[in-house]
């Protein structure tokens, strides 16, 4: 198959000139047997590369070098797309719990340190008749934490005895002003000379806003008296560990 058409053809007693031969060489062009239409086709004349056509194998190791890649901010990446062929530049995006610093020539992924909260109470005081419910506030001097957004471990005690030889039956238990929360141990006791430091947790999720936890003491029926306070060498503890930055 002919590569190229010539513009001046020649015949049997034709005389050979300079002009002749010239033209020959100088009005030829290209034929469609000159591309294979994979790889090549004809532009306005002249052989170009088809759009597509260099494949892999084409290419030389090694030869697809820094220079030649469209230039990118600090962090990008050139990420696959199923919607269209090819790539597009893009950075990383933290998950949860998750930070990412993206500097020139280098991406930085680390995991979020958790928060924790931590509420000693050093003056807490209370003593007298249990005939309802009691919530042992900031107010009051005892321990209180306020939780942000997040899953926490909310763990803690409070040392609660008898004050007058009554029995006591009392189960302390996490308060945000709505809900109670708590695995916790109750205690029942009529011994003066017994201080019982009661543990409590649980697991607490705030979707929004913040979130303040006390401790609520539960008593099983009226009439019930205690003491929980330095005083008594008493203490009140609560200590809140985020366990994920997202609920």
Same mark, same amino acid.
């Given at each position: 198959?002919?590569?190229?058409? =010539?513009?001046?053809?020649?015949?049997?007693?034709?005389?050979?000139?300079?002009?002749?031969?010239?033209?020959?060489?100088?009005?030829?062009?290209?034929?469609?047997?000159?591309?294979?239409?994979?790889?090549?086709?004809?532009?306005?004349?002249?052989?170009?590369?088809?759009?597509?056509?260099?494949?892999?194998?084409?290419?030389?190791?090694?030869?697809?070098?820094?220079?030649?890649?469209?230039?990118?901010?600090?962090?990008?990446?050139?990420?696959?797309?199923?919607?269209?062929? @090819?790539?597009?530049?893009?950075?990383?995006?933290?998950?949860?719990?998750?930070?990412?610093?993206?500097?020139?020539?280098?991406?930085?992924?680390?995991?979020?340190?958790?928060?924790?909260?931590?509420?000693?109470?050093?003056?807490?005081?209370? @003593?007298?008749?249990?005939?309802?419910?009691?919530?042992?506030?900031?107010?009051?001097?005892?321990?209180?934490?306020?939780?942000?957004?997040?899953?926490?471990?909310?763990?803690?005690?409070?040392?609660?005895?008898? $004050?007058?030889?009554?029995?006591? +039956?009392?189960?302390?238990?996490?308060?945000?002003?709505?809900?109670?929360?708590?695995?916790?141990?109750?205690?029942?006791?009529?011994?003066? $000379?017994? +201080?019982?430091?009661?543990?409590?947790?649980? =697991?607490?999720?705030?979707?929004?806003?913040? +979130?303040?936890?006390?401790?609520?003491?539960?008593?099983?029926?009226?009439?019930?008296?205690?003491?929980?306070?330095?005083?008594?060498?008493? $203490? $009140?503890?609560?200590?809140?560990? +985020?366990?994920?930055?997202?609920?």
């Amino acid at each position: 198959m002919a590569i190229l058409a =010539i513009n001046t053809a020649f015949v049997n007693g034709d005389q050979v000139t300079a002009l002749k031969l010239n033209d020959a060489v100088n009005l030829a062009a290209f034929t469609s047997g000159a591309v294979d239409a994979v790889t090549t086709v004809l532009s306005s004349g002249a052989v170009s590369v088809k759009d597509g056509g260099i494949t892999a194998a084409k290419i030389a190791s090694g030869a697809v070098t820094e220079a030649k890649l469209e230039a990118g901010t600090d962090g990008q990446l050139f990420i696959g797309k199923s919607s269209i062929t @090819g790539f597009t530049k893009a950075t990383l995006t933290a998950g949860s719990d998750m930070t990412i610093t993206n500097g020139s020539g280098i991406i930085t992924i680390a995991a979020t340190a958790p928060s924790t909260l931590s509420s000693i109470s050093a003056a807490n005081t209370y @003593g007298g008749t249990l005939n309802t419910d009691l919530v042992l506030g900031t107010g009051n001097g005892f321990a209180g934490v306020t939780l942000t957004v997040g899953k926490w471990l909310v763990t803690g005690s409070v040392t609660i005895r008898s $004050s007058t030889g009554t029995t006591i +039956r009392l189960i302390p238990v996490f308060w945000d002003g709505t809900t109670e929360y708590s695995c916790s141990t109750g205690v029942e006791s009529a011994d003066l $000379s017994v +201080r019982f430091s009661v543990p409590a947790s649980a =697991i607490m999720t705030v979707s929004s806003g913040t +979130r303040a936890i006390v401790y609520k003491i539960k008593t099983s029926g009226a009439g019930e008296t205690i003491d929980a306070g330095t005083a008594f060498g008493s $203490s $009140s503890i609560i200590t809140a560990v +985020r366990l994920t930055e997202t609920p």
